[in-house]
């Protein structure tokens, strides 16, 4: 991504302006867009395409490709598309679970050595397979939304748009599938991160 976030004077709006021309297009009025420090997403409860400022004030490739990546979803939403529904129920649970489980990670030693009660590992053992698990349903979920963000809804838009030249559209598909993969690997990396950590503290 950080490849093609340059300025390009030749595209004729931002990542914010093509994702609001988008959703006028779409009939979609009724989702805003605006600017985030949290990472580039489309929020299913408030009808909001959120963009870091790169993407939303960007006259980038990346910002472009990123921008009709969010607005697919706003497009899976209005679709009542099953798996981005899916996700939207498991996303609480999840963060629960990987939350409570990271903290058990990192304090089971610490109670352990207190204790001095070597039974108290299964619980580290317990929090170590909630956060696996959690991690692995969350994977098979998201990818699938991902994708279809990506690829069967972000792609044909900006080829039938012609909103970027077709040189552009290889280096576009690059970028689409780093917006795909991304959130998958949050989900992947954070509680493997956390695993280890508890691991190597042992």
């Not at 994702?19 to 409860?45: F, N």
């Not at 980038?60 to 979803?73: D, G, K, M, N």
């Not at 798996?83 to 109670?111: C, D, E, N, Y």
């Amino acid at each position: 991504m950080e490849q093609h976030n340059y300025d390009r004077p030749d595209f004729p709006g931002t990542g914010g302006e093509l994702a609001a021309h988008l959703l006028r297009e779409a009939g979609m009025e009724e989702v805003t867009v605006e600017i985030t420090q949290d990472g580039d997403h489309y929020d299913p409860k408030d009808k909001v395409v959120r963009l870091s400022v790169a993407n939303h004030d960007g006259r980038s490739l990346t910002a472009v490709a990123v921008a009709t990546h969010e607005v697919a979803h706003a497009l899976q939403d209005r679709e009542g598309y099953k798996p981005l529904k899916l996700r939207t129920r498991m996303a609480g649970a999840v963060h629960t679970i990987q939350r409570v489980g990271s903290v058990l990670l990192v304090a089971t030693p610490f109670i352990a050595v207190l204790t001095r009660t070597p039974s108290i590992i299964m619980l580290e053992v317990m929090a170590g397979l909630a956060l696996i698990g959690s991690s692995a349903v969350a994977h098979a979920v998201t990818l699938p939304v991902e994708l279809d963000a990506s690829f069967k809804r972000a792609l044909p838009i900006l080829e039938k748009g012609q909103f970027i030249g077709e040189s552009d559209m290889p280096a576009a598909r690059k970028i689409l599938k780093a917006a795909a993969l991304t959130y998958v690997s949050l989900f992947a990396v954070v509680p493997l991160m956390t695993l280890m950590y508890s691991v190597f503290s042992m």
